[in-house]
């Protein structure tokens, strides 16, 4: 008997030692900071763009890159980011500084990226940020439009159904009610710019949904956006956010040179290239470092 | 401490009222839970009476709920999201799709296990096909589609999550919000309603089984087969 | 099916296809592999110590109504490993199987007839032997339909693990859905079937290997 149990422990020790050491595989694998440098991206079709170009960019330097795409929303990257398993992201300075600053009230461009260098914690950096901006955007039907709905500050009090992401309620309720003194009649989980978001605008099961203005959901769709007079939405200019210790000083410039090349016009439609079009999204991100001659 | 965070969501009043207060969303997440599992036992427990009384069609039963497992919840309702232009029919198709399978199998293999000499003697005394599958053979198979059932439901409600995904207030709204903004009080919080649905629905199912089952049957006298369903949520 | 068509033409495409059934064979695969051993240890220890059984059984039970979903994403913050990690992924579905395994290893442990056993120990098998050479090879046929259905409900949960980023062919089904497209759906669902298909006919050869007895009684 006793002999058995010493089996069964020996057994047991090494069953656990095997998972244990495939961890530390997976784990040591993620950490290859020695050079490897990890791409990440939020789940929207932009983000993956950008991701893509980053890389591809990153590339011309020599260094190795690889893709990570899909993660999820900016709390989620940037968790990943500080434990490592990314290195740069391709990241949007409004959204961002509110993330790292809640406080945080600046909304033009300028403002919002010295606050954000200034508010970024140690260890973690910007680079410099590129014209190009991707904003949230409250949008209508073109038929709420011509009831007399242009700006944020006509949706009034309780009158409609807003669609948003999950986190929009926590971000944004109490500031647009702040600002405009507008509520909604319920904020509705939809998903972040995605069909589960156009089509409750469509089927009108939301009024008012929030999206975002490189989409190419909005003019397909003669969806028209709402202006913000009072700036709720800051700025969001296009930023690489990355641990400093995972880019070189060449991998900076080029990332540069990428921030510098982007404009609105021209994300928007590698965004409608991808969405509408189904290229894919590493030719998308190839060709428009191939036009902006990076590498 | 996660979990003390889970119970402060838990706790939280804001999360109790108003449209995507909790009671909504377990109401919505019975909802579709409630009408996959009929809707598929609508499907699966006629024909799985039907093969096993007939013993025609007993491979191509087994093969095809097996690929019936495979498919993947998650690319069923966004694929059928696509097509249907919404989430409510996919979601409901996808999770009927999902708890065919377990009620099958606990129909198939509940008529197939019938004691051959119990169904010669039903035969011997003169009963009708019929007769036998009705009075004989359902009542003794009852066990294992009780068992079926559950584990379809059990299943179907740990899936039903995945359904907030293409927009559905469904108990995983909590899952998926949480997760993007890793706020565990609400993501844990959202898991823990999930797992308890699960474990009262299994009860309840267990109590009617109780009282559905003949009493020379309970299953506790012949716990050998009520294996556990493959899992897909 | 022009748009399959169109969406496989690109050479990228292909190779990110290629690399994200490789990353679904492993993650699907490897909780399978770490499962049976941990099984058959647990499945043993419950034998030996029958008292051990029901909370064995009862706890593989609850572990059973945690939505996957959760599992993917509590165990990084439980565990302190990388949110993407893919180890959160392997570890929940090791979890999900040998919960699922657990049992029937039990059963058919406690199956094997009193009278085999009696034989091995009267010809001299000490304890540790008898149940390597007679108790465990007698519970493969049961082990092995337990593997089976694990092996393809990792396959299809999998998939579900793209909600937080590690996904393998799960990947395809949100990324499609973002761009309203179905191509990559559709062969996101044919793959992971014939991916199912493939594993399922490979432990059937698996177990009529290790069992030859079966098979020549069926003959």
Request: glycine share 10%; aromatic share 6%.
């Amino acid at each position: 008997m006793k002999r058995t149990l010493t089996v069964i422990v020996a057994a047991a020790a090494l069953a656990v030692s095997a998972c244990g050491s495939k961890e530390d595989l997976s784990g040591s694998d993620q950490q290859a900071a020695s050079g490897e440098v990890v791409v990440g991206s939020a789940d929207f079709t932009e983000n993956k763009i950008l991701a893509e170009v980053y890389a591809g960019a990153l590339k011309t330097t020599g260094a190795k890159v690889s893709v990570k795409s899909g993660i999820g929303a900016r709390e989620l990257v940037v968790k990943a980011l500080q434990d490592k398993s990314l290195g740069v992201v391709p990241e949007y300075t409004g959204n961002l500084l509110n993330y790292f600053d809640k406080a945080n009230a600046k909304t033009t461009p300028d403002e919002v990226y010295a606050a954000l260098k200034e508010k970024t914690p140690a260890g973690l950096e910007v680079l410099a940020k590129s014209p190009a901006e991707d904003k949230d955007v409250l949008v209508v039907t073109k038929e709420t439009a011509d009831s007399g709905v242009k700006s944020i500050a006509d949706l009034g009090d309780n009158k409609y159904v807003l669609g948003a992401a999950g986190e929009w309620a926590q971000r944004w309720q109490g500031k647009v009610k702040e600002l405009y003194g507008v509520t909604f009649k319920e904020v509705k989980t939809t998903d972040a710019g995605g069909p589960v978001t156009v089509d409750a605008l469509k089927d009108g099961s939301a009024q008012v949904v929030n999206l975002y203005t490189t989409s190419a959901d909005i003019k397909a769709n003669n969806f028209v956006e709402l202006t913000d007079p009072k700036s709720m939405y800051p700025a969001q200019n296009i930023v690489p956010l990355l641990r400093s210790d995972a880019v070189d000083a060449k991998g900076k410039a080029v990332l540069d040179k990428v921030s510098q090349a982007l404009t609105t016009e021209k994300l928007a439609e590698l965004v409608k290239r991808v969405d509408v079009d189904k290229e894919t999204v590493a030719n998308v991100a190839a060709d428009f470092l191939k036009t902006a001659a990076i590498g | 401490m996660i979990f003390a965070d889970a119970f402060a969501w838990l706790l939280d009043a804001a999360n109790w009222t108003g449209s995507r207060s909790i009671p909504v969303r377990v109401g919505v997440h019975l909802l579709y839970c409630l009408g996959a599992v009929l809707g598929a036992a609508a499907i699966a427990v006629p024909l799985g009476l039907y093969v096993g009384h007939t013993g025609r069609g007993g491979v191509l039963l087994v093969g095809g709920s097996n690929a019936l497992r495979a498919l993947p919840t998650l690319g069923l309702v966004t694929f059928l999201y696509l097509v249907a232009g919404g989430g409510q029919v996919g979601v409901l198709i996808g999770l009927v799709v999902l708890a065919v399978p377990p009620i099958l199998a606990g129909a198939y293999a509940g008529i197939q296990d019938v004691d051959r000499g119990v169904v010669d003697a039903a035969r011997g005394m003169g009963m009708t096909g019929a007769q036998r599958l009705w009075r004989v053979e359902l009542p003794n198979a009852l066990p294992l589609l009780v068992g079926g059932l559950r584990n379809a439901t059990l299943q179907v409600v740990a899936t039903a999550s995945v359904a907030a995904y293409v927009g559905i207030e469904t108990l995983g709204r909590p899952l998926l919000d949480g997760l993007r903004v890793l706020d565990y009080g609400q993501f844990v919080g959202g898991a823990v309603l999930v797992a308890l649905l699960a474990v009262v629905l299994d009860v309840v199912l267990a109590l009617v089984g109780k009282l559905v089952i003949p009493r020379g049957l309970r299953l506790s006298a012949r716990p050998r087969r009520r294996a556990k369903a493959p899992r897909v949520g | 099916m022009g748009d399959v068509v169109k969406y496989l033409s690109d050479a990228g495409t292909r190779a990110a296809l290629w690399s994200m059934l490789l990353d679904h064979v492993w993650l699907s695969l490897l909780p399978l592999v770490i499962s049976v051993v941990l099984a058959v240890v647990l499945g043993l220890v419950c034998h030996r110590y029958r008292r051990l059984n029901g909370f064995v059984v009862g706890l593989s039970n609850v572990v059973y109504t945690i939505p996957s979903l959760a599992l993917f994403a509590i165990i990084p913050a439980v565990i302190g490993t990388q949110v993407l990690n893919p180890v959160n992924v392997v570890l929940a579905l090791t979890i999900y199987t040998t919960a699922l395994l657990v049992r029937p290893v039990v059963e058919a442990l406690n199956a094997v007839p009193a009278h085999v056993t009696a034989a091995a120990t009267a010809m001299g098998f000490r304890p540790w032997r008898r149940f390597l050479t007679v108790e465990l090879p007698l519970s493969v046929p049961v082990l092995a339909a337990g593997v089976r259905v694990g092996s393809v409900s990792n396959i299809s949960l999998v998939s579900v693990g793209a909600l937080i980023g590690t996904g393998g062919l799960g990947t395809l089904f949100t990324d499609g859905f973002r761009q309203r497209y179905l191509a990559p759906i559709a062969i996101g669902i044919v793959l992971t079937l014939a991916l199912a298909l493939v594993v399922d006919l490979l432990l059937v050869g698996l177990r009529n290997l290790v069992t030859p007895w079966a098979r020549a009684g069926r003959a």
